[in-house]
């Protein structure tokens, strides 16, 4: 059991001058009972130590971007030298046409890419320039997924795919709330429902191909292949947010994934990307249809720009990344070792009478603390999120840092050996073994 009384202290100062003495909720243990969050120090590889020195094996990877584990060397080596070269420019440079190529070779419907800074920024976007393209006003989006903190995609269900919806957060007007449509994942019917009442006004349908927001949940057999020929007949765009999915299970997107079949059939017309290709620094882009990606500004008249987009640093970082990537075998090793975990995680959690369910996708995979599948938000929101909590102490404790939210996923890295996940075993067993008698 480590002690963590720097953090504490930190945390009472963080508060002071740092609204809810994180920058961001996510990072606040709010659900999870509450209390100081881990301050963390330093990063290497697949571990962290904190502020009172104790050591952690890491399957946050910063919310998906650190799929090379820490302080890569490759990474850490291209950020160098391009912080010594000036990280700044305000001009375009070769190297936003090389990352630009690495992502069109990898996604082949991004005939077009812009770099901007964030995933929030390229989901934003994609729906201006949806908007722009289409001349209609409303998205249709599934429960459950997150695309970032913008207005339009911060927007709660109605109480069906026929009503519009409400907003998820304060400062959002309800008639930006009144353009969006909320339908559940993995359903057609409803997002029929939601186009047969709406459509004529639908500029897009946006979705997480595979959601990685409420667990790792993997589309339905046809669910995507209708999406799109659904969206597409109704004269709307799609839009994959692939902020999370893109080079997490294997080089390239959703688009091309082998777990997925027809490929052609499902092709966005759009996609958002983030995280992973800024190698851990600060990163989006978007793209697809050459078209349709016309309607940006300076070509066309849907407006975006950014006074830090395509930075030297973050492109750098990105392509490093991609790059380590690209290496024979990377994710097939990280699978191997998601495997090995979840097969003793779930046998640990049966041992001790535990109710567990895993959603596996390669090498990044979700507990839910249930006994039913998990395949939609429902099902997500459907389980104990007070024994997650209690896990998800006990392992802290134990030195294994989890995201502090039952909807969060675990993320293997190239970083990880077969030693983490034997040690991660071993607390696991002792965490069930304490929550059963709880
Ligand atoms: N889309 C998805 C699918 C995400 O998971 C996230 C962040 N978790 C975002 C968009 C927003 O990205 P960012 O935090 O970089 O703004």
Redesign the pocket.
């Known amino acids: 059991m480590n002690t963590r009384t720097n953090s504490e202290l930190l945390y009472t100062e963080a508060l002071e001058h740092i609204v809810g003495g994180v920058n ?1 909720p ?1 990072r606040s243990f709010k659900a999870v009972g509450g209390g100081a969050p881990v301050f963390m120090k330093k990063a290497q590889g697949a571990h962290f130590w904190d502020v009172d020195d104790n050591k952690y094996i890491d399957y946050l990877a910063a ?2 971007p650190i799929v090379t584990g820490h302080a890569h060397p490759h990474i850490t080596k291209a950020i160098t030298e391009a912080a010594a070269n000036g990280v700044l420019y305000g001009t375009p440079t070769e190297l936003e046409i090389k990352l630009a190529k690495m992502l069109k070779e990898a996604i082949p419907s991004m005939d077009k890419v812009r770099f901007v800074n ?6 934003m976007t994609t729906i201006r320039v949806a908007r722009a393209y289409t001349k209609r006003n409303k998205i249709v989006k599934f429960a459950g ?5 913008s207005d339009l995609v911060l927007v709660a269900a109605g109480s069906g795919p026929s009503t519009l919806g409400i907003p998820d957060s304060a400062g959002i007007p309800t008639s930006i709330a009144h353009e969006v449509i909320t339908v559940p994942y993995n359903d057609l019917g409803g997002l029929k429902e939601a186009l047969e009442r709406w459509g004529d006004d639908v500029a897009a349908v946006m979705v ?1 191909p595979i959601v ?2 409420f667990g790792m949940v993997m589309p339905e057999p046809g669910f995507l292949e209708g999406l799109c020929a659904m969206t597409r007949a109704n004269g709307s765009l799609v839009i994959y ?5 893109a080079f997490r299970f294997h080089y390239g997107s959703t688009q091309t994934y082998a777990g997925l079949d027809n490929h052609a059939e499902i092709e966005p017309d759009l996609t ?1 990307l ?2 992973i290709i800024g190698g851990g620094l ?1 990163i ?1 882009a978007y793209g697809g249809r050459k078209h349709v990606m016309e309607q940006v500004a300076p070509l066309g008249p849907a407006y975006q720009a950014g006074t830090m987009a395509g930075n030297p640093a973050s492109i750098s970082a990105g392509i490093a990344c991609l790059e380590v990537l690209q290496g024979a075998g990377v994710y097939e090793e990280m699978e191997r070792l998601a495997i090995d975990l979840t097969a003793g995680l779930q046998a640990s959690a049966d041992r001790n009478g535990i109710d567990l369910t895993i959603n596996r996708i390669r090498g990044a995979f979700s507990t839910h603390f249930c006994n039913h599948p998990v395949t939609n938000y429902d099902h997500a929101q459907d389980t104990d999120g007070e024994r997650f909590a209690s896990f998800f102490r006990h392992m802290l404790n134990r030195g294994i840092n989890l995201a502090p939210s039952k909807y969060e996923a675990w993320f293997l890295t190239t970083a990880h050996t077969d030693e983490d996940i034997a040690v991660t075993l071993e607390a696991a067993e002792a965490s069930f073994k304490a929550m059963a008698q709880e």
């Open positions: 961001s996510s919310y998906g964030s995933g929030t920024e390229a989901v997924c997150y695309h970032g903190h997480e990685g927001n947010d692939e902020v999370i999915t958002a983030g995280k600060p989006g």
